[in-house]
């Protein structure tokens, strides 16, 4: 029998677990391609992930040991899309998996909000990330206040990282251009908007403890009211009834309000809000409205996957339609390509591992064979279609020169901050 060659497009944290759940669970002939369009694997653990919280990247460790396996291949700079569809992935691997994430930023859709000044949390976190595609980034920090938007765990990222004394940041693996612009940064007062009652909010418990322990920062709390019980709440009551320092930085959590324009002429100066009560288990507008003056709006609202030529797509969900992460045999999906974006990274561990069963089901039956392809003949097509493919070895040379550059200001790591320089240290200029 041949060995069974799969593609497993995305290197973010569903490839990753999804190459290891392969590994383990088909184990002997068997070959995995781990395809990434950048030549840096881990997604969002890499330019997701605020840098302030390390201990959530250091899984990328877990990550390296299954990109060291022999039967696992990584190949950067490679993109399924026009240019490599998915009947080109199919005729090169027995079966390939999608775990290409949701790319795309939500904002609300509200007048201004194409205003400069007004942004998604993702631009934010490609910015304090080093995330190639912000290289040109240059955000106005030369504001008084900023308001962001939302109320998950991404809102509460974007809220620590503008509001946090960026001395703080200087011994992480934050993007040089974020650091120096966050150093100059004239915020004082940063508010987030969550659109029902403290209750409901989407952050997590731990996240919203943490802004109580931001030095030099005062939380205030603004909702109609904070009764009711758990964890979050009493947290919320207790920031609530701390005394502040007129010397702070603050950070405001609003709750019941809802934006509804980005005010400004040539670029942001406020956001029009409105007020929410809850009526039949919904919260709706009211008619009072209200104009925070800001010069930077921050959209941490959601994303949403992208489709992927040759594939269905579910447009209203923003993923890719499956069954227990099967697409068609031959054809799954994993991560948040399959199950929308929600969960944090080691949700996709499990997400993995189902996907991984209906692979196993479909070699059980039949619906899917290994048809002999050639490791080199695939890597040869690859290559042509993609000139700035690069490789395991490519990603370690990045990985030591970013490590090697952080060891004299003891920082984890020092990113290049352009996909020319992540080429040129990876050796392939
Ligand atoms: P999320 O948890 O789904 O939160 C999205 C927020 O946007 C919700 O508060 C939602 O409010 C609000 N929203 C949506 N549309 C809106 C609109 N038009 N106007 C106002 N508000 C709107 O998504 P996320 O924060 O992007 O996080 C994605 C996933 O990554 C989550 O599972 C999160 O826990 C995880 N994550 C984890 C960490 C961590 O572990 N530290 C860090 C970052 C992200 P409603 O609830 O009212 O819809």
Partial sequence: ????????????????????????????????????????????????????HPQIRTVSRV????????????????????????????????????????????????PGVELPGSITAGRLARWYNAHPAAADERLDLDVDQAVVVGNGNVALDCARILVRDPVQLQSTDIADPALSALAGSR????????????????????????????????VTIDAPSLD??????????????????????????????????????????ALDIVHTELRDGQFHPTDRTERLDCGLVVHAVGFRGR?????????????????????????????????????????????????????????RTGNLRAHGHDREVTLAFLRDRNPYLTTREGWRRIDAAEVAAGVSTGRPRVRFPTLSGLLAAAGRY
């Avoid at 990434?36 to 997604?43: C, E, Y």
Wanted: aromatic content about 4%; glycine content about 12%; proline content about 9%.
């Fill in 187 to 218: 915020i004082r007062h940063v508010v987030v908007l969550g659109r029902r009652a403290p209750a409901h909010a989407a952050f997590t418990h731990a996240e919203l403890q943490e802004l109580g322990r931001l030095p030099g920062v005062d």
């Fill in 228 to 269: 009711g019980t758990g964890p979050s709440l009493d947290t919320l009551r207790a920031l609530a009834n701390r005394p502040g320092s007129p010397h702070n930085r603050r950070l405001t959590l609003r709750f019941q309000v809802a934006p509804v324009a980005v005010r400004g002429d040539a670029r942001v100066d």
């Fill in 63 to 110: 990550f390296e040991r299954t990109l060291d396996h022999p039967a696992v291949r990584f190949l950067g700079g490679v993109e399924a899309g026009p240019l490599l569809t998915h009947d080109d992935l199919r005729e090169h691997y027995d079966a390939v998996v999608y775990a290409t994430g949701a790319p795309s930023d939500r904002q609300p859709d509200i």
């Fill in 307 to 363: 489709p992927i030529p040759g594939l269905p797509f579910d447009d209203r969900l923003g993923r890719i339609p499956h069954t227990a992460g099967r697409v068609a045999p031959g054809t799954y999906v994993a991560g948040w390509a399959k199950r929308g974006p929600a969960g944090v990274v080691g949700s996709n561990k499990r997400c993995a591992v189902e996907t991984v069963a209906a692979v196993l089901e479909d070699l």
């Fill in 1 to 52: 029998m041949s060995t069974l060659r799969l593609a497993v497009v995305g290197a973010g944290p569903a490839g990753a677990y999804t190459t290891a759940a392969l590994l383990a669970q088909l184990g002997g002939d068997l070959e995995v391609d781990l395809l990434d369009r950048l030549p840096t694997p881990w997604g969002l653990v890499r330019s997701g992930v605020a840098p302030d």
